[in-house]
């Protein structure tokens, strides 16, 4: 049986994140060489088990699937981190490595990702037809008042660029990563904060209407000044509760 993370608990954090290195990644990326010097205690090298799924800075990488958190509104990744660790969300790599840790050091590694602000790679190349964009352009930017669909600017800011403090961009995302998390509601695999907003949105949606406003949003370049917005613009068309920080547990 492996027990990392039960030991994890009990050592300190400035070690933690050399132990995750060693267990998930290459000796080639975590290890010294003869005669150099050992990882240093830095949030930086901390979080190397992080990029090396996410991407250098948390940049994402060209695989199509790990998203970028890097620039991500700092309310929001800790919620996921939460999430993770507290089953709303599954994945095994994440749920191995938040496992045990407290909300205080997640809500460090969050506010390290959020910092974080490379370039956006451009996007690739829409296989979609111009009419499936055009409506995911109308989902995205206006609703669909007929369907009850509320636009994703209502939420994610007008320039899809997310709200702090915890909602996320919507550019500059993998179209395979946005189909799985669409699924991943859709069949109840992830979850936030009761009321679940993007659960509710992701049911409104048909299955023609989800690959038009994913074609469109995997489509957009990201402005280079792109952050998010300091607030929003108005009140949210649906009641969600993973719009504020989750609290840490007591």
């Not at 939420?155 to 909602?167: R, S, Y």
């Not at 489509?219 to 949210?236: D, I, M, Y």
Request: proline share 10%.
């Amino acid at each position: 049986m492996n027990t990392l993370p039960a030991v994890v608990s009990r050592i300190p954090l400035g070690r933690w994140a050399v132990l995750v290195c060693l267990s998930i990644t290459s000796h080639a990326v975590c290890a010294a060489a003869p005669g150099e010097r050992g990882p240093q205690d830095t949030i930086a090298e901390r979080v190397r088990a992080c990029t090396a799924c996410h991407g250098k800075e948390g940049r994402a990488t060209s695989e199509g699937y790990y998203p970028r958190i890097a620039g991500k509104p700092a309310g929001y990744l800790y919620n996921q981190l939460q999430n993770f660790r507290d089953g709303r969300r599954r994945n095994a790599t994440m749920t191995y490595l938040v496992a045990n840790l407290p909300d205080a050091y997640l809500r460090e590694i969050a506010e390290y990702f959020a910092a974080e602000h490379p370039p956006y790679a451009p996007p690739p190349v829409a296989d979609a037809t111009q009419p499936v964009l055009e409506r995911g352009r109308q989902l995205a930017i206006s609703g669909d008042a007929a369907k009850n669909i509320p636009a994703c600017a209502a939420c994610h800011g007008n320039a899809l660029t997310g709200v702090i403090p915890a909602i996320p961009g919507l550019l500059g995302l993998p179209r395979d990563y946005l189909k799985s998390q669409f699924g991943a509601w859709l069949i109840g695999a992830r979850h936030a904060a009761a009321p679940d907003c993007m659960a509710e949105v992701a049911r409104r949606l048909g299955a023609k209407d989800l690959s038009a406003v994913i074609a469109y949003l995997a489509a957009q370049p990201v402005p280079a000044s792109a952050t998010p917005a300091a607030s929003a613009a108005g009140k949210p068309p649906l009641e969600c509760g993973s719009f504020a920080p989750q609290k840490s547990a007591p």
